[in-house]
């Protein structure tokens, strides 16, 4: 195999698919990215952990077909260096790699392809296109609710469900829940399915700044989500998904309408001497009269803010919140101004936008003991 091709351009697509390589693996190969050249000038790179596979197909100047794996961390290291605009990529019947690029030449040894295991092959079952800047606006707003680990694995993935009418996704983890919803033009086939949440973060890496459709093709056990010149292909998660709509209030003792920004920084600078696990301490609101109180103790030290916000008179509320559960929405949100809902001081908070259902949060509170 030989060929040469743009060294950053080569450098970007192994960067992207290496995301789905395996970090620790009993086979070297899947510690590796497999590269097939062929003699139409196209290179196909492929990282695949079983889990998750990511494609990338870059043109270059092919000299010799061929294909090979290469050590994902040891190549991705060698691109990254400065060097030529241009970089060759040489390997001999043992597998033994040249890599040329300006006056520099680096030989390393590379893996037979034979054990790499393929993408799955999917069906096509189920396919619709959509906006891709939609898809990654909904996976940045939700999935950071998603359990990292959980007895049930449906909770480490997001909820995408496709209407006629539009999307919605859901990510939750048994103390907080994101839910973004998007209306779209056009009479969608219904579908729903369960991603994990390490699939959806690098197919929003993935998608960038790239206003380009996504088109999503979906069969059991398996979705594949094809870009221009970029594929990933994703186990899906089975398992019925918590019915989340039963555990969410519909009916508020107290509805306040907050500037965004003045809560989010308000929180943010509670949190400040909140340090570790060990120096901890909740979030407070203590919502009186045409304020809100936010504060925080730990053993660092103490902060107390205020927020002025419309209120009812006589109201008189002090609930408690895990600060990175807080600091996790205000950090998507971009409207000037949110609906916060409350009922009792160990309810849920509710936060939606002052009109529309384009996305809602639920979050638990910390129970106070001097709470009201």
């Known amino acids: 195999m030989k060929f040469v091709c743009d060294r950053d351009v080569l450098n970007s697509a192994v960067s992207t ?8 693996s009993s086979l070297a190969v899947l510690e590796g990215v497999y590269i097939r050249a062929e003699e139409n000038g196209r290179v196909t790179i492929i990282g695949n952990d079983l889990e998750i596979g990511i494609e990338s197909v870059i043109e270059a100047d092919v000299k010799e077909g061929g294909e090979i794996v290469i050590d994902a961390k040891l190549f991705g290291k060698i691109l990254a ?8 990529i040489e390997t001999n019947e ?8 300006g006056k520099a030449k680096i030989e390393i040894p590379g893996i037979a392809p034979d054990e790499f295991p393929d993408l799955p092959q999917v069906s096509e079952d189920y396919s619709v296109t959509l906006p891709g800047g939609v898809l990654k606006n909904m996976i940045e707003m939700t999935s950071f609710a998603a359990a990292k680990t959980d007895n049930d694995p449906t909770r480490m993935g997001a909820l995408l469900k496709i209407m006629p009418d539009g999307l919605s996704m859901v990510a939750l983890d048994g103390y907080r829940i994101a839910q973004r919803n998007v209306s779209l033009e056009g009479n969608f086939e219904p579908k729903e399915m369960i991603i994990p949440e390490k699939s959806l973060t690098e197919l929003a890496r993935i998608i960038g700044d790239s206003d380009e459709d996504i088109k999503i093709i979906a069969a059991p056990g398996h979705a594949i989500f094809l870009l221009e010149t970029c594929k990933l292909v994703t186990r899906l998660i089975e398992g019925s998904y918590t019915n989340f709509e039963r555990i969410i209030p519909t009916s508020f003792e107290l509805e306040l309408e907050c500037p965004t920004h003045q809560i989010a920084d308000s929180v943010k600078r509670a949190s400040l001497i909140i340090l570790n696990d060990v120096v901890k301490g909740p979030i407070r609101f203590n919502i009186t009269d045409g304020n809100i109180n936010v504060s925080c103790t730990t053993s660092a030290g103490s902060v107390d803010d205020n927020l002025s916000v419309d209120t009812p008179p006589d109201v008189a509320l002090e609930i408690g919140f895990y600060n990175r559960y807080l600091q996790d929405v205000f950090n998507v949100l971009r409207d000037d101004n949110i609906m916060m809902k409350f009922n009792k001081s160990i309810n849920p908070l509710i936060i939606t936008p002052v009109e529309g259902n384009d996305y809602m949060y639920m979050i638990l509170p910390i129970r106070l003991r001097n709470a009201g």
Do not use: C, F
């Open 17 to 24: 698919v290496s995301r789905a390589v395996s970090s620790r």
């Open 81 to 88: 260096s400065p060097n030529d605009s241009t970089i060759s």
């Open 94 to 101: 043992k597998y033994l790699t040249l890599i040329k690029s």
